[in-house]
């Protein structure tokens, strides 16, 4: 079974900066993309940055500048760098990642999501 399993969460004051890790585990043939999502209380799930095998990125036009997504495929990784933090940006930040998992005789593509971790930013 995959697993992504998120760190990097806190509380941050306006203008600093946060490092949310993803990393997946378990029997993942190749990782396709991944992405971070966010989720705030009352509003629907948006897509904050996504990247995918090859290195080609896309943001969230609020975001865009403020924030880096990057991954180490060798570990199956994703990383989001997050300065200039605003108040806004508070949310449940969760990690996304289309994937095939198995081996080359037998693989499936799947979608798999982690549990989220909580940025707080303070004005």
């Known amino acids: 079974q995959v697993q992504l399993v998120e760190s990097g969460g806190g509380l941050v004051q306006a203008g600093g900066s946060l490092r949310l890790s993803c990393a997946a585990s378990?029997?993942?043939?190749?990782?396709?993309?991944m992405a971070w999502y966010r989720q705030a209380p009352g509003k629907q799930r948006e897509l904050v940055a996504s990247?995918?095998?090859?290195?080609?990125?896309n943001y969230l036009d609020s975001v865009k500048g403020r924030f880096t997504i990057s991954r180490d495929n060798a570990k199956n990784t994703v990383y989001l760098q997050m300065n200039t933090l605003k108040p806004e940006d508070t949310a449940v930040y969760l990690c996304?990642?289309?994937?095939?998992?198995?081996?080359?005789?037998?693989?499936?593509?799947?979608?798999?999501w982690g549990q989220g971790t909580l940025v707080t930013v303070s004005s």
């Open positions: 990247v995918i095998r090859s290195g080609d990125t």
């Open positions: 996304n990642s289309n994937l095939t998992e198995g081996t080359w005789a037998s693989r499936r593509y799947i979608e798999v």
């Open positions: 378990g029997r993942i043939f190749s990782v396709i993309s």
